[in-house]
């Protein structure tokens, strides 16, 4: 595998399911991100976490709940979502020192919320 | 804060003619600049970046994009596009210094046909 992975690549889930989102970096970046991209809406960053540290947390819904157990992978747990949570979730990956600061991103998981 | 201004949502264009996808940023410090594109059901993918030096930054796909720092502008240009240059095309602001969170533009879709 190379670059950034998700998966899965779609999910349907109901309002009552609980399922996590998986993410995979193999560039040797220090920082993860975990953004939410809906129709007709900007980028919406909703996770940092640098150093395996949460430094950014933009005031989304406690139904969402990231955890970084090292530097090359990123979870994204969902519980009681809501039909607006649909979307498709991008997760990307950065070196937070040097380098020339640009973010890798992985392919999404297309989430649709019944 | 930073900001990232797309004025145009959609650019229609035939194929092999010019196209140029304005983006202008407001930032009350230096920053990077960066431009993405989307093709459907995939991820961001970078084409080009500014960090400094070269006002003029050369990118994939025969993209390339010129820094102007007193109009506060980044636009992307391309001399003759191609059916497959169909995407969306999001235009990115970092601060230079500490964490460099990315703000994103609402993206500029491309439709090129022939």
């Known amino acids: 595998e190379t670059g950034v992975t998700q998966t899965p690549r779609h999910l349907v889930m109901g309002m009552t399911n609980k399922k996590s989102l998986k993410c995979e970096q193999h560039l040797g970046h220090n920082a993860m991100y975990w953004y939410k991209q809906s129709a007709k809406k900007p980028l919406e960053l909703m996770f940092v976490y640098s150093l395996e540290e949460r430094v950014e947390n933009n005031s989304v819904p406690s139904r969402f709940s990231p955890e970084c157990p090292n530097s090359s992978h990123l979870f994204l747990h969902l519980h009681t979502l809501q039909p607006e949570d649909s979307a498709l979730y991008l997760c990307?990956?950065?070196?937070?020192?040097?380098?020339?600061?640009?973010?890798?991103f992985g392919p999404g998981t297309r989430l649709t919320v019944t | 804060a930073q900001s990232v201004t797309q004025l145009d949502s959609q650019v229609p264009v035939f194929e092999e003619a010019p196209v140029e996808l304005r983006c202008n940023y407001s930032s009350s410090v230096s920053v990077y600049l960066f431009w993405y594109v989307q093709y459907p059901n995939q991820g961001l993918q970078l084409l080009l970046k500014y960090l400094s030096g070269s006002t003029l930054v050369k990118g994939i796909n025969g993209f390339e994009a010129e820094f102007n720092k007193s109009q506060t502008s980044f636009h992307l240009r391309k001399p003759s596009v191609h059916i497959s240059d169909t995407a969306e095309y999001f235009c990115a602001v970092s601060m230079n210094t500490g964490f460099q969170k990315l703000v994103f533009g609402t993206g500029t879709r491309l439709l090129v046909s022939p």
């Open positions: 990307a990956s950065s070196q937070v020192t040097g380098g020339s600061r640009e973010q890798y």
